[in-house]
Structure formats: structure tokens, C-alpha cells
């Protein structure tokens, strides 16, 4: 029988997406969808692509989620994301009634936790800090390359 795969397996895969933002000089936050141990959604940064402000990883990864399973709600899964989800995609979140978010480094500024603590939905379970040195790495590799 297999093993099933923990939130460090899952979150390895979210900072692939996320070096891949970093490759098309975006924004390095990437995100992954687990529904029963699988990946149903990929995801990163395309805001400077698109042109959108709301093209963010956890956005992308919602929609794309939501259009696998067939349904707007994603309960019973769970997103990994690099970083702590702002107040737009944690009220995205909210409304999917996603079961767990599992991100890596804190946003100290705009953490949808931190600004509004009630906006992720009463079920939602959150787990915060997987791999966030190599997730908080990354964006200062991006940002210190920008200045």
C-alpha cells in the first residue's frame, strides 16, 4: 500500500510552481490543490502576465480546483501555498469552503490572518510554516534582484 504524502511533499510542489513565477519574473508564490493525496490544481503568480492584480497563485489555483471537480466548493481539500494568503484570495477561501490551508513563509503586512483573523471560513483549518525558510527565500532572491 501506499504512503500517503504529508504537507512537506506538498508544499515541495507548491515552490516548484512558485520557482516557475520566478523563471517568468513573477511574483515567486506558487500553489497546489490536494484532493484525496492528489494534485487537482497547479498554480503561481500571474499577475504581471495578465495584466491582473487578482491573478494571484491562490486564485488561479481556486478556479482551476473548482473547474476539476465540477463544483464551486472545495471541501475536503486542501491548498499548499508558499505564502500566507492575502485578504482577496483568504476571502476567496472563504467562500470556496476549502477544508485546510498549509502555507510556507508569513506575510508580516498583508497576511489575511494577521489583518482580518475571522475571514477564513470557521472550518478551515490552518497551518502555517511548512518549509517557510526555503518559501521566505525565495522571494527575497526575487526582490533583492529588483532593487
Not at 41 to 61: F, G, I, P, S, W
Not at 119 to 131: D, R
Amino acid at each position: 500500500m501506499l504512503e500517503p504524502f504529508d504537507d512537506t511533499y506538498f508544499m515541495k510542489q507548491a515552490l516548484l510552481e512558485a520557482q516557475k513565477a520566478f523563471s517568468e519574473d513573477e511574483i515567486p508564490v506558487g500553489a497546489v490543490i490536494v484532493a484525496n493525496n492528489r494534485i487537482i490544481a497547479r498554480a503561481h503568480n500571474y499577475t504581471e502576465k495578465l495584466n491582473d492584480v487578482t491573478a494571484h497563485a491562490e486564485m488561479q489555483a481556486i478556479t482551476a480546483a473548482a473547474d476539476y471537480i465540477g463544483g464551486k466548493y472545495l471541501t475536503d481539500c486542501t491548498l499548499y501555498v508558499t505564502l500566507e494568503p492575502c485578504v482577496m484570495c483568504g476571502g476567496a477561501l472563504y467562500w470556496s469552503q476549502i477544508s485546510r490551508v498549509v502555507y510556507g513563509a508569513s506575510d508580516e503586512k498583508r497576511g489575511a490572518g494577521r489583518v482580518q483573523p475571522s475571514l477564513y471560513h470557521p472550518k478551515t483549518e490552518i497551518v502555517a510554516g511548512i518549509l517557510a525558510d526555503d518559501c521566505k527565500a525565495l522571494l527575497l532572491d526575487f526582490f533583492s534582484k529588483k532593487r
